[in-house]
């Protein structure tokens, strides 16, 4: 079911983890950024905007992270894609022979069967610094930092005031951090201080997972993000209501994200012999 959180910008929630996808009103057509996640959701927002009489004319994944880069038969065969870097991590996956081996390790298992990962991927990167998404309808500005994973993008939809964040600003989750960067701590604060330059052109906030926020919350969840990171980054505890079991939503395969950040950023500065 699709429900419309601005002017021609419709949202789809998956029940795995509030997955959210984001459907764009164009000229002749929908963008649609990161589909879903069970094959017959995807089917049904493929028949969703069939009825609507709008085919999807462009896709776009905003980051190399399986739960954001699926595609059903049904959505068609529009253009899809990424950030050069995106595409480039996704290329690499792909063409390992035991790929879909790979990907359903990562899988949550009770769910594993319903995801189709035949379409997974197919995106076409687009060349680094690209501004925009190339598509007939209303500007999406491509706001790609290295935070959560290589080539993420959030994308701010300037006309409809709406930011899609990606995996960042989650009001659900705590920010996952992508321990292989060279400075995750950095980039990661880096990121977060981007996205706070564009916040005063957004009304409505679409995380990847969680809710949608209106414009007050798009700081409130830029300084929860910033608090906890730095909590990270100290080794204090975060007094942030993220950690723990709730961040789980009772699924076993999610628990102790932070336990794992800690131990894994620790690692690295023994490793080093720098702090974090
Ligand atoms: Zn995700």
Redesign the pocket.
């Known amino acids: 079911m699709l429900r419309q959180v601005a002017e021609g910008v419709l949202i789809h929630e998956s029940e795995f983890i509030q997955?959210k996808s984001v459907v764009v009103q164009g000229r002749a057509g929908v963008l649609l950024i990161d589909p879903g996640i069970q094959g017959d959701e995807m089917a049904a927002l493929a028949n969703d905007l069939r009825e609507l009489g709008q085919p999807v004319v462009a896709g776009f994944s905003t980051h190399p992270?399986w739960?954001?880069l699926l595609w059903h038969a049904k959505l068609g065969e529009a253009p899809r894609y990424g950030t050069a870097r995106c595409a480039a991590y996704i290329r690499d996956l792909l063409s390992n022979a035991d790929w879909k081996a790979r990907v359903a390790e990562m899988l949550p298992p009770d769910i594993a069967e319903e995801i189709p990962l035949d379409l997974l991927g197919i995106i076409t990167g687009l060349p680094a610094e690209t501004a925009q998404i190339p598509w007939d309808g209303p500007k999406v500005r491509i706001i790609e930092h290295q935070a959560h994973a290589p080539g993420h993008a959030a994308l701010l939809i300037e006309e409809r005031g709406v930011l899609v964040a990606g995996?960042m600003l989650s009001d659900i989750l705590i920010p996952f951090l992508d321990l292989d960067a060279a400075d995750p701590i950095k980039d990661y604060l880096a990121a977060l201080r981007l996205l706070d330059g564009v916040a005063d052109d957004v009304d409505v906030l679409i995380p990847?997972?969680g809710s949608v926020g209106g414009a007050d919350q798009v700081r409130a969840r830029i300084e929860q993000d910033r608090a906890y990171v730095q909590a990270l980054r100290d080794g204090g505890v975060p007094d942030d209501p993220r950690v723990g079991p709730s961040a789980t939503f009772g699924k076993d395969w999610l628990p102790g994200v932070h336990e794992w950040q800690l131990q894994r950023l620790a690692q690295r500065s023994e490793r080093d012999g720098t702090p974090g």
Do not use: I, M
């Open positions: 997955s992270d739960d954001h995996d990847g997972h």
